[in-house]
C-alpha cells in the first residue's frame, strides 16, 4: 500500500517540475509515514515542505501543486487533503485494505521478508566485554539490542555476521590473572593483600577453587612471573565459556569470536599506524604518538601510543575496523554502550584516513538499565562487585521476558526493568499481553476445527463481509507489519517491532472481547477465521525476530 502511494507521489512531483510549476535540482527521497490519527488520513507526507525549501515556494503552494498533479483514477485514495503548513494525507478506499490480507495467507512465516538488502554483507558487533566476568544486565540490553537489529536486517534480505570482539590483550587481563592467583594463595592460607583494584566478585575465589582442585598447589612454590600467563589464560577461557553458556541462555549466538591479539600478530597494529604516520594521520610528539583525528572533522587528535610505548584501545580500534572492512562488510554496525558516544567521531575519522568511507560505520548506543523490584531500585555495587548478573535475570523472569523487556525503550533512552512486572502473568505485563494475543488466537483455531470448520485460503473467505469499524483497523495494522520491518532495518531500531506488537496485540483484544469470531452466519465465521489466522501469522512471525516464543496454550 505505501509503495503504491509512493510512487504516485513520485509521478506527480516529477509531472509538477517536467511542467514548470516548481523547480528543484534533486527531488528529494519521499518519506510517507503511517499516521496516527485516523482523522488525518491512513498515511501523510512532509515531502512539499522538503521541496519548498529548494524551490523557494510555499510549501501549501508546492502540496497543491503535487494533489493537483496525482493520478489515481479513484483506484486507490478514496481522498487527499492538504493539512497544516503543507503536509499531504492519503485516505485509502476501504475495499483496498483486505485483498493484501490474502499475501499473508500465501506467504506465511515469511510474511515480513523484505529484499532491498539483497547483495549486501552486514557485521554486526555487539557485547563484546572484556573476559574479566560475567555478563551484567547492562551487557544484556547490548546483547539483546545487536541480537534483534541482526534478525532485522536478515529479514530484509541482508547477509548478516554477528560478532564478538574478545578483549584479551592488555592491563585488565594481566589484572585478571593476578586476581584468581591471589585467590588461589589465599584459598591455601597464605598471607596475602588484595589490592582495591582487582577484580572482587565472588566469581574470582570460584575459579581459584578450579585450578586447586584440579592442579593442587603446584604453583605455590613458583614466582608470580612464572605462573600468571597460566592464571590469566585459564581465567579468560573459563569466563568466556561461562559468558558464551550465559548467552546461549539468552538466545544469542554468534557467528565469529574474534581476538584482539589477532590485531597484533606480526607486528599489525604498529605496521598499520607506521602506514598511516608515512600518509600525515599519524604524528609524533615526544615518545608519544597522534593520530591527526581534528583532520577528519574530530575535535582533537587522540593518542594511539603511549609514552610508554603501549598501544591505546584506539589503536588497536583502528586496526579492528580497517580489519573488519578488509572481510569485505559493507556496513559494519557496532553496538556500545552509551557512554562511547564520544569515541563515534575518531573512529569514524580513522576510516575516513584509511580511505574508507565512514557512513559504512553505524553505531547504535544502548542506555543504561534500572533494575527494580516492585517499582523500587535494586541495590548494586560494581566496585564491590555486586550487580545482578545476566543468568541471575534469565533464571528469575525468563528468557522471553528478559529479552522483550529489554526492547521495550529506544536503545539510546534509559530503561527501568521492573522484575516483578516482568513475571506477572496479567496484561500489565507487555510480553504476556502480545504471547497472550497468539494463544488467544490459536484456541479460536482448535475450537474451530473441534466444531469441524476449517480456515479457509484466501481465495474462499468472503472478506468483503469484515466491514466493522474494528475490523478494518485491525487489517490495517496486520498488513504494515511488512512496513515496520523495513523502517526499524533502515534506522536500526528495533524497539519498533515491540511497540507495533503491542499495539497489533491491543486491537486484537478489544476486537475479541467485543466480537465472537466463530459466529452464527458461517460465512462471516470463516471470513472472521481468516482475519485472526492472519493476525496470528503476523504475531508470531514478529515475535520471531524478536527472538521471543509464540505460545499455543497460556
Not at 10 to 33: D, H, M, Q, W, Y
Not at 136 to 160: C, E, F, P, Q, Y
Not at 231 to 236: D, K, L, R
Not at 538 to 544: D, E, S, T, Y
Amino acid at each position: 500500500m505505501k509503495e503504491k502511494i509512493v510512487k504516485l507521489l513520485e509521478e506527480s512531483t516529477a509531472r509538477c517540475v517536467t511542467e514548470g510549476l516548481f523547480e528543484v535540482k534533486n527531488l528529494p527521497f519521499i518519506e510517507l509515514e503511517a499516521t496516527r490519527d485516523a482523522a488525518h488520513g491512513d498515511y501523510a507526507t512532509n515531502v512539499a515542505m522538503v521541496i519548498a525549501s529548494q524551490a523557494k515556494k510555499n510549501p501549501r503552494v508546492i502540496a497543491q501543486a503535487i494533489v493537483g498533479k496525482l493520478i489515481d483514477d479513484g483506484l486507490l485514495l478514496n481522498k487527499v487533503e492538504i493539512a497544516g503548513p503543507g503536509f499531504i494525507n492519503f485516505f485509502i478506499r476501504e475495499d483496498n485494505w483486505r485483498s493484501p490480507l490474502k499475501e499473508i495467507d500465501r506467504l506465511k512465516d515469511r510474511y515480513g521478508a523484505l529484499d532491498f538488502g539483497a547483495g549486501k554483507k552486514v557485521q554486526v558487533e555487539f557485547v563484546s566485554a572484556n573476559p574479566t566476568g560475567p555478563l551484567h544486565i547492562g551487557h544484556a540490553r547490548g546483547a539483546v539490542t545487536g541480537d534483534v537489529i541482526a534478525n532485522i536486517l536478515k529479514a530484509s534480505g541482508h547477509d548478516v555476521s554477528k560478532e564478538y570482539y574478545i578483549n584479551d590483550v592488555g592491563n585488565q587481563m594481566r589484572t585478571l590473572g593476578r586476581s584468581v592467583y591471589l585467590r588461589y594463595l589465599e584459598i591455601q592460607g597464605k598471607a596475602i593483600e588484595f589490592p582495591p583494584d582487582h577484580y572482587q566478585g565472588d566469581y574470582i575465589s570460584e575459579l581459584a577453587r578450579e585450578i586447586l582442585s584440579k592442579d593442587g598447589d603446584r604453583y605455590c612454590g613458583k614466582s608470580e612471573d612464572e605462573v600468571l600467563p597460566f592464571f590469566t589464560a585459564w581465567g579468560a577461557g573459563s569466563i568466556l565459556e561461562g559468558i558464551k553458556d550465559d548467552l546461549g541462555s539468552f538466545g544469542v549466538f554468534f557467528d565469529c569470536y574474534f581476538s584482539e591479539g589477532e590485531l597484533y600478530k606480526d607486528d599489525g597494529v604498529m605496521k598499520l599506524l607506521d602506514r598511516l604516520r608515512q600518509q600525515g594521520s599519524v604524528y609524533r610528539e615526544g615518545d608519544t604518538l597522534w593520530f591527526r583525528s581534528t583532520a577528519f572533522g574530530d575535535e582533537k587528535d587522540r593518542v594511539v601510543i603511549r609514552d610508554t610505548g603501549t598501544p591505546t584501545y584506539f589503536a588497536a580500534d583502528i586496526a579492528y575496523h580497517k580489519n573488519k572492512f578488509d572481510r569485505g562488510f559493507d556496513i559494519v554496525i557496532d553496538v556500545w554502550g552509551a557512554d562511547h558516544h564520544g569515541y563515534v567521531p575518531r573512529l569514524k575519522a580513522s576510516i575516513e584516513a584509511l580511505g574508507g568511507n565512514k557512513d559504512a560505520l553505524k553505531i547504535v548506543l544502548v542506555q543504561l538499565v534500572s533494575l527494580l523490584r516492585d517499582g523500587k531500585p535494586v541495590a548494586m555495587s560494581t566496585r564491590a562487585g555486586e550487580y545482578v548478573t545476566l543468568r541471575q535475570v534469565i533464571d528469575e523472569v525468563g528468557r522471553d521476558a528478559a529479552r522483550y523487556n529489554f526492547l521495550m525503550r529506544r536503545s539510546d533512552s534509559q530503561l527501568d526493568f521492573d522484575l516483578e512486572l516482568a513475571k506477572r502473568q496479567s496484561n500489565e505485563n507487555p510480553v504476556y499481553y502480545v504471547q497472550y494475543a497468539h494463544a488467544r488466537i490459536a484456541s479460536i483455531t482448535r475450537m474451530a476445527a473441534e466444531r469441524g470448520m476449517e480456515i479457509p485460503g484466501g481465495d474462499e473467505a468472503e472478506l468483503a463481509l469484515l466491514t466493522l469499524p474494528e475490523e478494518i483497523q485491525l487489517i490495517k495494522s496486520v498488513i504494515r507489519y511488512p512496513e515496520i520491518v523495513e523502517g526499524a532495518a533502515k534506522a536500526l531500531e528495533p524497539h519498533r517491532v515491540t511497540f507495533y506488537l503491542n499495539e497489533l496485540a491491543g486491537i486484537f483484544h478489544s476486537y475479541y472481547n467485543k466480537n465472537r469470531v466463530i459466529a452464527d452466519d458461517p460465512a462471516l465465521s470463516r471470513a472472521r477465521l481468516f482475519l485472526v489466522n492472519s493476525v496470528g501469522h503476523v504475531l508470531r512471525n514478529a515475535l520471531g525476530i524478536l527472538g521471543v516464543s509464540a505460545p499455543e496454550k497460556m
